[in-house]
Each structure stands twice: as C-alpha cells, then as structure tokens.
C-alpha cells in the first residue's frame, strides 16, 4: 500500500510544490500535468517513498503562448517522505538520505511491484562502508549547495567527531543509460594516475517498469574543509576591497588571483591528459576529427543556437526593460552567431577530439588548503562530470576539442567579474578579464604543450576558443531564461561583446 495516499492525491500535493524547487526542469514553462510512474517504499522506520513523475511543461508568461508551442516532458526522482501532514522532499530527511547513501555503498535494495532501486558499490567505498556502517546512529546532513539543477548532500556517518563525510548527489533527471559522472569516474579512478578528483564511491540504480536502469544518485568521497573555487575567489576579491587596496589593484590581483589561476590551468591540462590516456575503453582516448564528426558538432552547435534564438524571440515581461532590449539587440545578431559556428565545418583541426568534463566552470573546481612536511599547501579537485544538464546524455557523452573545457571556463571568469561588479564585491581594473585569462590560458597552454589534444598552432587554437565561447554563451542564455531569469543580462551583455569582436 502506498503511504501517501491515492496518485491523484500525491499529484495534488505536488503540484504546487514542485515548480518552486531549485532543480524543476524550466523556470520559463508552466507545469501542466503530473503523471505518477513508479512508487516505491523505502525500508525505513520513517514513513518514505522513492517516486519517478513525469511531467509535461507548456509555456508560462515569459513566453508568448502561441498555439504552435509544443509541450516538454520530463521525468524526475522525487523521495519523499510524510511530515507534518503531507509529503515532503527527502532530502530534509537524515534517515531517508542516510539509507539512499547507504544504498549505493553497500548495494542494498528497495522493490516495487515490478520496480526496484539498487545501490552499485565501487571497490574503493569498502573500507569506507564497513566502517562508516558500524555505528547505527541517524547520519547528519547538510545540504552543500542551493544553485543546481540536482541536490547535493554532505552525509556524515557516526557523528561529527567521527569525520566520515561523503557527498551525496540525487539526480533531479531520470535518465536510461549510464552518466558521464559515473563513467568517467570509474575511468579516472581505474585506468589513470590523475587523482584530483573526488573517488567516485557508489551510486544507486531505478531499474524501471522497461527495466532499463537509470542513475539517481551518486556518491563520492568528500573533501575536508574546502569551498568552491568561485567563493573562493570571490571572498578574495572581496577581501581586496576591505583591505582598501583600490589603488594599487593590479598588485592585489597578482598576489591573490593568480597563483590559483596558474594552479587551475595545469590541473586542467592534467585532467585532460588523463581523459586523454589511450586505453581499451574506445569512450576514452583521443581519435582525429573526420569531416563526418566536424558536420556532426556543427550541427548541433547550430540548430542548439536556433531553438535558443527562437525561444528568445519569444520572451517577454515580466523581464526588466533593459534585459528585453539586451534580448532585441542579441536576436538581430542570430545570423552573425549562426556563421561564426559554421565556420567550425570549413577549417581542419589538427588536435584529437577526447572526453571532456563537459560542464566546466569555477563552481565544478573545489580549492582546500593541506599540510604536508609542515607546510601549508593550496589544493584543487575538479567535481561533477555531468556535463552540462540542459543536454541530452548523448550529447554529454560526446567527444569535443578540450577548448570546450577551457572556453567553459573562460566564460566563467568572465561571470566571476561580472557578478563582482554587480554585488559591489570590488572596483576591478577594466582589464581584469584579459589578466584573469591571460593567467589561466598560459598556465594551460604551456601544461598542454606537445599534447594530441590541444593545437600547437595558437591561430588554431585561438579560432576554436571564439567558437566554443560563443556555443557556451549561447548555452547560458538559454540556462538563465530557463533557471534564473534575473541573471539573464549577464550572458546577453557577454554575447554581444562576443559577436563584437572580429572572430
């Protein structure tokens, strides 16, 4: 028997619930139904329930609601569990999130009537698990983030003073197949030396009414003390400006961004080299690029940026004046961006195409300090192969030209400054982004010297930075109309600078 009641009961309660989460699918339409498809209770003192919906968003009032809009359909994991009445998001539950992670370190299993979740443990959470498990006491959790489009857990087992951390991340999207978090983990734990990146531990299965599996939650071992590298060097930035360092700020910027910067290009180029390493797995590796692979990326770079355009066209108030004239200024440039990513089609690239990160900004890279021999040393580990959420897992399981990465994060320092002038973090020189990148691209270019993955032409490389830079922008307009409507001038104001310059 189901605890919640009947499913039109349990669409009732979430119908209102679901489109304010952080992680409901788009910001931008408006849910029109809820079907129930898959309930399963959870083996747990506490009443809970592991539910898959599906649901079908039409337009909301940031769009025209022309009659030829067509309806999205997404399905979402959604655990539940009865509070005060009426079912709520398990992520606030320790007992429910401690079973889940213990679910995917031990491979333990929940059925439904045809249905079953099942936890798949990776050799390296063993000891973890068998001492982690020995204490029967309730985990304590702590949600680590608020802006993603999945939820994201640190789970500590045996109480604090035991320090048995790791995080937890429940995948909003159900999607059939294996994820690139899962599988790159594994190749990069398994088939490579390069280890700044949290162990990958688990991960827990929903094997359907089809039967074919879907990932739902991942879990790695946690990092001690550290931050994301954007707070980290917006706490940086800001500590400038306390400090009254106005008028000698390039200085300031060199002793405080810098370093990391430098430090966050080699560990790019050597999260490259790893993806790049020749294996047996043909998924990894490097392979030339083929006419068919450059037609391939072309094409989806430019029919992506046409449903983009199509969709912006469409936006309207309650958006802020100057954004809806950002959008009109951005829209009569459409043909200019649809150009500059064909020229992707009419160029050959001497580099290989690898697996890439996919989704890589300064929120994927975590910066802890350590000691070792006595001193204390500054550390990065880049998180979340997800790739970035709004494409499809074929897509993200792509090859790309490691400029995708390395333009992801370009694009992010670019943000990184934006975002420092909007919240009046620091009075930055007008040439901070050209230093910030400077800084990064060196560091990443004289690491990846003599590699197959990266040009050793820098006009080849410089012409495929233009491209991925504007898909990338394009890609965050879309992410932001989508997710958070009132960042959207950041990238609109980003693109038209980039359409500004001579390719």
């Known amino acids: 028997m189901t605890l919640f009641g009947s499913d ?41 329930e592991f539910v898959v919906v599906d649901l079908t968003l039409t337009s909301t009032s ?7 809009d067509t309806a999205a359909s997404h399905r979402l994991a959604v655990p539940l569990c009865w509070q005060a009445g009426g079912p709520v998001d398990a992520a606030a539950s320790p007992e429910v999130v401690g079973w889940l992670t213990q679910a995917a370190l031990t ?23 068998e001492t982690a498990f020995s204490s029967t006491d309730t985990p304590q959790v702590t949600p680590l983030t608020a802006d993603s489009s999945n939820t994201v857990l640190h789970v500590c087992f045996g109480g604090a003073a035991a320090e048995i951390g790791v995080v937890c991340k429940l995948l909003r999207q159900v999607r059939h197949g294996l994820p690139p978090d899962v599988e790159i983990g594994r190749f990069l734990a398994g088939d490579t030396e390069w280890r700044q990146t949290p162990p990958l531990l688990g991960f827990l299965q929903w094997h ?25 060097l917006l706490t940086r930035l800001g500590g400038m400006s306390l400090a009254g360092d106005h008028s000698r700020g390039g200085e300031s910027l060199r002793q405080e961004v810098m370093p990391v910067l430098i430090a966050l290009g080699q560990t790019t180029a050597d999260m490259h080299r790893a993806l790049a390493a020749q294996r047996d797995d043909a998924a990894f590796g490097s392979e030339p690029w083929t006419a068919d692979m450059q037609a391939a990326a072309t094409h989806a770079m430019t029919t992506h940026a046409q449903q983009v355009f199509a969709r912006l066209r469409r936006l309207k108030p309650p958006l802020p004046a100057a954004t809806l004239t950002l959008l009109d200024e951005v829209c009569a440039h459409e043909a200019v961006c649809l150009a500059r990513l ?18 890589y900004h300064l929120g994927q890279v975590l910066f802890s300090r ?26 993200r399981r792509e090859k790309h030209a490691a400029a995708k990465d390395v333009a992801g994060m370009l694009r992010s320092l670019d943000y990184l400054i934006r975002v420092a002038h909007r919240q009046a973090v620091v009075n ?31 006009e080849e490389a410089g012409r495929m930075l233009a491209i991925y830079c504007l898909d990338k922008a394009i890609y965050e307009v879309a992410y932001e109309a989508d997710n958070r409507p009132d960042w959207l001038d950041v990238p609109l104001t980003a693109l038209l600078q980039i359409v500004a310059t001579d390719p």
């Open 342 to 359: 064909a020229s992707l089609n009419s160029q050959t690239w001497q580099s290989r195409r690898i697996r890439v990160h996919g989704d």
């Open 428 to 458: 930055l020189p007008a040439d901070a982004y050209e230093q910030f990148a400077g800084w990064f691209l060196g560091s990443y270019t004289a690491a990846a010297h003599s590699s197959s993955f990266w040009p050793a032409d820098p």
């Open 208 to 232: 359907g009414p089809t039967g074919e599996p879907a990932v739902v939650a991942v879990v790695h071992a946690q990092v001690p003390a550290a931050t994301s590298l954007w707070d980290e």
């Open 370 to 395: 350590g000691r070792h021999d006595g001193l204390v040393l500054e550390q990065l580990q880049v998180i979340d192969f997800e790739g970035e959420p709004a494409r499809s897992l074929a897509e």
């Open 62 to 68: 940031l769009s025209d609601t022309s009659p030829n």
């Open 8 to 48: 039109d009961t349990l669409v009732a309660a979430l119908a209102g619930w679901l489109p304010t989460t952080r992680w409901f699918p788009s910001k931008s339409q408006r849910l029109a139904a809820i079907t129930i498809v898959d309930r399963i209770r959870l083996p747990l003192t506490q009443p809970a």
């Open 107 to 129: 491979g333990a299993a929940a059925e439904g009537c045809h249905t079953r979740i099942t936890g798949v443990p990776v050799s390296a959470s063993v000891a973890l698990s």
